[in-house]
């Protein structure tokens, strides 16, 4: 039961993606999908505990098979995709990431029940700022994940889906270290919750 109380209905969360929803690094609730959730509940919100599918290392590839074993139930009242941070890792190429993207993003909206304004893409954070690049091709990296971002962006505003980007907000975060998690990669709890703030008003916004 929400910590609001008994309302009408429970509202759904299902997020999709890799390891920045399923949160590697930080404890369950520290996940920005669980914080969302956390934020909405303390707005009187009545939410469910999300649904996540999303597992470190994936590609849209991995997320496509993820999808068909967890067979999420929708519909559901809010869908977040955020995918391809590892297509761009494992030098994958940017036409097979538009080609599977699409797929993922018709998915997401299907299991938003068709509705468009409840589906919402999350843009791929900049890896290549974290402790664990350091030596790498910072810029190389940077222009690839924009190129990663801009079909993303693309793809959702031409389908009419919501858009968030938090990739400012993860290369703002470069020097400070109570950003990151202890693995020096993934973002800490700290700037999930720079990302909650940025994807709340959109989620807001859907669910009225």
Known sequence: MSPVG???RTIRLLALGDSYTIGEGVEP?????????????GEGVAMADPVIVATTGWTTADLLGGIQDAR??????????????????RGLELDGY?????????????????DLGRTIVVSIPDWGVT???????????????????DVARGMALDRG??????????????????????????????????????IA????????
């Open 6 to 8: 008994e309302t009408e």
């Open 29 to 41: 609730p520290e996940r920005w999908p669980s914080l969302l959730v956390e934020r909405m509940r």
């Open 72 to 89: 999420p139930q929708g519909p559901f009242d809010l869908v977040t995709l955020l995918i391809g941070v590892n297509d761009q890792y």
């Open 98 to 114: 538009r080609e599977r993207f699409r797929d993922l993003l018709e998915r997401a909206i299907g299991f938003a029940g068709g």
């Open 131 to 149: 402790p664990f690049a350091a030596g790498r091709d910072r810029a190389g990296i940077a222009n690839e994940i924009d190129a990663f971002n």
């Open 161 to 198: 889906v919501r858009y968030v980007h938090v990739t400012d907000l993860s290369r703002d975060a470069a020097d400070r270290t109570e950003m990151h998690a202890s693995d020096g990669l993934h973002p800490s709890g700290a700037q999930y919750r720079t990302w909650t703030d940025r």
């Open 201 to 208: 008003p959109e989620v807001r916004r859907a669910l009225r």
